[in-house]
Protein backbone atom coordinates (compact mmCIF):
# COMPACT_ATOMS: atom_id res chain seq x y z
CA UNK A 1 0.00 0.00 0.00
CA UNK A 2 1.61 3.42 -1.53
CA UNK A 3 1.27 6.15 0.72
CA UNK A 4 0.01 9.26 -1.23
CA UNK A 5 0.07 12.49 -0.47
CA UNK A 6 -2.32 14.13 -2.75
CA UNK A 7 -5.10 12.93 -1.13
CA UNK A 8 -3.67 12.95 2.29
CA UNK A 9 -4.50 15.33 5.17
CA UNK A 10 -0.52 16.07 6.00
CA UNK A 11 -0.69 18.97 6.98
CA UNK A 12 -3.14 18.34 10.02
CA UNK A 13 -1.62 15.69 11.00
CA UNK A 14 2.01 17.24 11.33
CA UNK A 15 0.43 20.57 12.99
CA UNK A 16 -1.27 17.88 15.66
CA UNK A 17 1.86 16.01 15.94
CA UNK A 18 4.21 19.42 16.87
CA UNK A 19 1.39 19.95 19.55
CA UNK A 20 1.71 16.48 20.72
CA UNK A 21 5.38 16.87 20.86
CA UNK A 22 4.73 20.17 23.00
CA UNK A 23 2.75 18.18 25.54
CA UNK A 24 4.80 14.82 25.69
CA UNK A 25 7.83 17.13 26.43
CA UNK A 26 6.61 19.34 29.26
CA UNK A 27 4.92 16.00 30.73
CA UNK A 28 8.42 14.34 30.51
CA UNK A 29 10.18 17.71 32.35
CA UNK A 30 7.07 17.77 34.95
CA UNK A 31 7.81 13.67 35.73
CA UNK A 32 11.86 14.82 35.66
CA UNK A 33 11.15 17.43 38.24
CA UNK A 34 8.76 15.37 40.28
CA UNK A 35 11.30 12.84 40.65
CA UNK A 36 14.16 14.93 41.66
CA UNK A 37 11.63 17.09 43.91
CA UNK A 38 11.70 14.58 46.24
CA UNK A 39 9.05 15.69 48.71
CA UNK A 40 6.28 15.34 46.65
CA UNK A 41 2.89 13.79 46.66
CA UNK A 42 2.42 10.72 44.46
CA UNK A 43 -0.86 12.87 42.87
CA UNK A 44 1.93 14.92 41.56
CA UNK A 45 3.54 11.84 39.90
CA UNK A 46 0.11 10.92 38.64
CA UNK A 47 -0.39 14.04 37.13
CA UNK A 48 2.40 14.93 35.05
CA UNK A 49 2.37 11.03 34.08
CA UNK A 50 -1.45 11.58 32.87
CA UNK A 51 0.17 14.85 30.52
CA UNK A 52 3.02 12.57 29.60
CA UNK A 53 0.16 10.21 28.29
CA UNK A 54 -1.74 13.06 26.43
CA UNK A 55 1.77 13.76 24.40
CA UNK A 56 1.79 10.17 23.41
CA UNK A 57 -1.97 9.58 22.43
CA UNK A 58 -2.00 12.69 20.29
CA UNK A 59 1.33 11.77 18.53
CA UNK A 60 -0.51 8.29 18.05
CA UNK A 61 -3.63 9.93 16.48
CA UNK A 62 -1.76 12.40 14.58
CA UNK A 63 -0.38 9.19 12.80
CA UNK A 64 -3.62 7.57 12.33
CA UNK A 65 -4.78 10.98 11.07
CA UNK A 66 -2.23 10.93 8.32
CA UNK A 67 -2.73 6.87 7.58
CA UNK A 68 -6.16 6.67 7.74
CA UNK A 69 -8.10 9.25 6.07
CA UNK A 70 -11.56 7.84 6.14
CA UNK A 71 -11.83 8.05 10.00
CA UNK A 72 -10.11 11.69 9.75
CA UNK A 73 -13.20 12.61 11.66
CA UNK A 74 -12.88 10.45 14.47
CA UNK A 75 -8.96 10.79 14.86
CA UNK A 76 -9.55 15.14 14.28
CA UNK A 77 -12.15 14.74 17.30
CA UNK A 78 -9.87 12.58 19.71
CA UNK A 79 -6.86 14.97 19.01
CA UNK A 80 -9.78 17.70 20.02
CA UNK A 81 -10.51 16.13 22.81
CA UNK A 82 -6.51 15.18 23.90
CA UNK A 83 -5.89 18.71 23.77
CA UNK A 84 -8.46 19.58 25.97
CA UNK A 85 -7.46 16.90 28.39
CA UNK A 86 -3.84 18.37 28.22
CA UNK A 87 -4.91 20.70 30.64
CA UNK A 88 -4.64 18.54 33.46
CA UNK A 89 -0.93 17.48 33.40
CA UNK A 90 1.26 19.84 31.08
CA UNK A 91 -1.08 23.05 31.86
CA UNK A 92 -2.12 22.70 27.53
CA UNK A 93 1.44 22.29 27.10
CA UNK A 94 1.93 25.45 28.32
CA UNK A 95 -1.08 27.20 26.62
CA UNK A 96 1.17 26.82 23.20
CA UNK A 97 0.81 22.91 22.67
CA UNK A 98 -3.01 23.21 23.56
CA UNK A 99 -3.55 26.01 20.72
CA UNK A 100 -1.39 24.28 17.76
CA UNK A 101 -3.18 20.42 18.82
CA UNK A 102 -6.27 22.10 18.91
CA UNK A 103 -5.78 23.88 15.43
CA UNK A 104 -4.57 20.60 13.96
CA UNK A 105 -7.37 18.29 15.30
CA UNK A 106 -9.70 21.09 13.53
CA UNK A 107 -8.05 20.53 10.51
CA UNK A 108 -8.41 16.73 10.92
CA UNK A 109 -12.24 17.20 11.68
CA UNK A 110 -13.27 19.23 8.75
CA UNK A 111 -10.61 17.47 6.02
CA UNK A 112 -12.44 15.88 3.26
CA UNK A 113 -10.87 13.81 0.36
CA UNK A 114 -10.61 15.60 -3.03
Sequence with gaps: MAIQFRN?????AVVSAVGGLIFLYV?????RLVLLGGDTAPADLAEVLAGTLWGILTLAFSALLFLDNKRSRIYGGAIIALSFASWYGTSGGLFVGFVIALLGGIMGFVWKPK
Excluded: I, M, Q
Design 8 to 12: SNLDA
Design 27 to 31: GLVGV
